[in-house]
């Protein structure tokens, strides 16, 4: 997966278990995609939350206090990347907080 770049996102969160076979996507997303997807986007913050059994999710935060929230429980690294690369793509208005 190509590591996307976004104007729109001011932050994005992920939530993950550090041994849940849910998480197991995610955190092999952090360890092989994260760093070109951060080389991209070196602005954006990118806050990674390991806590034992929480859901794996992806929070995303735009313009205007907008947040965004997707589930990425049981879905594989190329999931999850394409998840994250959905809300990068995604340009909400103020309309819609």
Do not use: C, W
């Not at 197991?24 to 760093?35: N, S």
């Not at 394409?82 to 907080?97: D, M, V």
């Amino acid at each position: 997966m190509s590591a996307f770049v976004s104007s729109a996102l001011r932050e994005l969160r992920l939530h993950l278990s550090p041994s849940s076979p849910g998480s197991k996507g995610v955190r092999d997303f952090v360890l092989k995609t994260y760093p070109a997807m951060k080389a991209a986007n070196p602005s954006l913050p990118v806050l990674i939350r390991e806590a034992p059994g929480v859901e794996a999710r992806v929070f995303a935060r735009y313009a205007f206090g907008v947040e965004r929230k997707i589930t990425l429980e049981n879905l594989s690294e190329d999931e999850v990347a394409s998840k994250l690369k959905q809300l990068a793509e995604t340009k909400p208005s103020s309309a819609q907080a």
